[in-house]
């Protein structure tokens, strides 16, 4: 309550009212308060300011005249009008709250002992902290606790004259059970992290400058159970890692692996979420969202802390917005995202686990749930899909108010005027991050790890120096998401790093081939081949080979043929974008000498192989010259296009006939009629045949 000091010390004895605010006084006693507010009221204007003195029959007679001009029954006694002119007096700054009384709470005695109601209280946090406790076990464990030798004393003194204890009743132990609030029932059973975030309020953070301020970053598990179609020896449920602007709601980029929490695939999203994305597999389909951003929450996950974040941080140049461990709201924005995947995608196709156990249970096994029936790479091209459907779709929490809608599209277009410029980012960087490194010598065939070689010219620069002896142990630095990519540092010239490439027989194999899954490729191997690899075609073996398990999965013809259904339907889907798509003619001698058939463009081979862990290392369009060396070192340089049109021209034209050999029909001969007396006779020859007499 505002007292200012006079007002305080006028108020001497008397104590604040025991009401705090004036809208929680009900109606009905609100109503008994301005009555007494005019009692009050008409006292103190018989006073005239202090020239009249307030004797007992003044007050009666005020009192009587206004309880005759407002019709009152009975006119209040002259102890209540001194009571209710004190408070009116002593409360200067609200003084019907002051003449609101509050109703008695009842008989304050205490049934039981106060000793009592401590034990109970006791036996009832008890069996809140069981997983399953009830009343009964408050009782059983109520009698326990009276049996001890502590409490024999207290049995005797709430000992009744008739012999019995003074002790609550089960239906009193019930209404102690339950009379602990929601939050204390749910910090004793499931504990303060379940309690904190089920009781707390949250409040609506106002949204980033601009797209690119401010990008959540988390993991989920996937509520579907696939296989990498390149390794068959990975399958299981993989974890999906999305980057998701604050301000748009826009998705920068996302990584599918079976690594859980790992900072490899934090790089391996962050890498597509700073570049743009290569959508020439996807006709019609735009994902023009990319970009560094300046800032990401981090809510302590393992890959989103310690030496290895810091230091991205700082070369990528973010900074790391610390949030609550385990507090999804810190990040509700992707955290809601990852609900609408679910169940938009994931459980929309075959193999999905459901969102838990018993769901997944209520499902028949032919549905054939949680088992890998579509391949890693068939789940990246369908979160690809949703991606661009889903900056199309209005979405919630982006518009101008909490409440409404906004489409993350139309929010990212508006917002690129304010984005600052984004600055090319040196894949090299990544490397840096995340690079695997590794001590090991240079021989003849180049440096060797993990059962593979690199090799590179230039290695030369190393083993020609004086200082170079056999055996002496070099820093390799290998790309985790590309085993293609290497590099090697040159001690005698610190400013020089040497770039490797596989050697001979390695580079296909390593091309664009990930350290983990290497890593499952040579655990595999050792499985089933009982002993360590030693070439690079036993490794090869050991990646062609299908383990027993998923070959067992995939041998249900029946749920075989939904995973061919809905490769077929994917497959329908991209020829019809394929021909919606605006095909660019290449100006070369070489394809103009044909006819072009738009509705099934060709294209050579990049210059570069491409990497799906790196999309800076992608090329669109067609090189405008190939150079390809002679086996004498001549250099001679070729139209790109030379060779597709050949394997062009061997597809040759579509087949309006059915394929296959041809076979003609003779005309059917027609059968003789026969009579049902016949078809009898025949049955019983055949009867007699078998034995049958009868």
């Keep these: 309550m505002p007292l200012n000091s006079a007002a305080k010390r006028g108020s001497g004895q008397s104590s604040p009212p025991k009401i705090r605010n004036y809208l929680s006084i009900p109606p009905e006693r609100r109503k008994q308060a301005i009555k007494r507010w005019w009692y009050a009221r008409k006292l103190v204007l018989a006073r005239e300011g202090g020239k009249v003195p307030l004797t007992k029959k003044l007050i009666l007679e005020v009192a009587a005249e206004h309880a005759r001009e407002k019709g009152h029954e009975k006119v209040p006694c002259y102890n209540s009008l001194r009571v209710w002119l004190k408070k009116y007096e002593s409360n200067p700054f609200n003084r019907i709250l002051a003449l609101a009384f509050e109703h008695s709470s009842g008989n304050p005695i205490q049934k039981f002992d106060p000793r009592i109601e401590d034990i109970l209280d006791e036996c009832v946090q008890w069996a809140w902290e069981l997983p399953a406790g009830t009343a009964l076990n408050v009782e059983a464990q109520f009698k326990l606790e009276l049996a001890k030798k502590e409490y024999r004393q207290l049995l005797k003194e709430i000992e009744l004259p008739d012999g019995t204890l003074n002790l609550p009743s089960f239906r009193t132990i019930e209404r102690r059970f339950a009379a602990p609030d929601n939050y204390s029932k749910d910090l004793w059973r499931y504990g303060i992290e379940y309690a904190r975030r089920k009781h707390t309020f949250y409040t609506h953070r106002e949204l980033p400058d601009h797209s690119l301020s401010v990008v959540e970053v988390d993991y989920t598990t996937a509520d579907i159970c696939v296989y990498d179609l390149e390794n068959m020896c990975l399958f299981g449920r993989p974890s999906v890692l999305f980057f998701v602007s604050k301000k748009s709601g826009c998705i920068l980029g996302f990584a599918v692996h079976f690594d859980n929490q790992s900072y ?74 990852f609900r609408t995947l679910n169940t938009q995608i ?65 929010v990212w277009d508006a917002d690129l005027k304010n984005m600052p410029p984004r600055d090319p980012i040196d894949p090299e960087i990544f490397v840096s991050l995340g690079g695997h490194r590794r001590k090991v010598t240079i021989q003849s065939d180049g440096v060797t790890y993990k059962h593979l070689t690199w090799y590179s010219e230039d290695l030369l620069e190393i083993t020609a120096h004086p200082n170079h002896r056999p055996g002496t142990e070099y820093e390799l630095v290998v790309d985790p998401s590309d085993l293609s990519t290497a590099f090697i540092t040159n001690p005698y010239r610190p400013d020089r790093s040497i770039r490797l490439r596989p050697n001979g027989r390695c580079a296909k194999y390593a091309d664009g081939l990930r350290l983990f899954v290497h890593r499952k490729i040579i655990e595999h191997h050792n499985k089933v081949f009982k002993r360590k690899p030693i070439t690079i075609e ?56 044909d006819h072009i058939d738009f509705a099934a463009p060709f294209a050579p081979t990049p210059a570069r192989s491409k990497s ?46 059915a394929s296959g050999p041809v076979s003609e029909t003779p005309n059917p001969v027609e059968a003789p009629l026969t009579t049902p007396a016949d078809r009898r006779a025949a049955l019983r020859e055949r009867l007699a045949k078998k034995g049958f007499t009868e």
């Design 346 to 410: 994931f459980h929309l196709l075959p193999g999905t686990t459901m969102s838990n156990v018993e769901r997944r249970r209520m499902f028949d096994d032919s549905k054939g749930l949680g088992m890998p029936f579509i391949s890693l790479q068939q789940l990246e091209d369908f979160i690809t899909l949703w991606i661009v459907q889903y900056h199309r779709t209005p979405r919630r929490g982006i518009g101008l108010t909490p409440r409404l809608k906004a489409i993350p599209q139309d």
């Design 264 to 337: 490899e695939a934090f790089l391996y999203g962050l890498r597509m979420a700073l570049y743009p994305k290569d959508m020439a597999r996807f006709p019609g389909a735009e994902w023009n969202q990319y970009g560094d951003f300046m800032a990401m929450p981090s809510d302590n996950a393992t890959f989103l802390r310690g030496e290895d974040i810091t230091r991205a941080s700082e070369e990528i140049g973010f900074e790391i917005i610390e949030t609550l461990p385990g507090e999804p709201t810190g990040k509700g924005l992707v955290e809601r995202m």
């Design 538 to 593: 036993s490794l090869e073996v050991a990646r062609r080979t299908l383990p027993e398990e998923l070959s067992k999965l995939l041998d249900k013809k029946k749920l075989q043929r939904t995973a061919q259904e809905l490769a077929k339907f994917q497959s329908q889907v991209t020829r019809k974008l394929k021909r919606s798509a605006i095909v660019n003619v290449v100006a070369s001698e070489a394809a103009s000498a």
């Design 612 to 657: 799906s862990s790196n999309p800076g290392r992608g090329r669109n369009g067609t090189p405008k010259s190939l150079v390809s060396q002679t086996p004498d070192g001549e250099l001679v340089e070729r139209d790109p296009l030379e060779d597709a049109v050949a394997k062009h021209k061997s597809r040759g034209t579509p087949r309006t006939e």
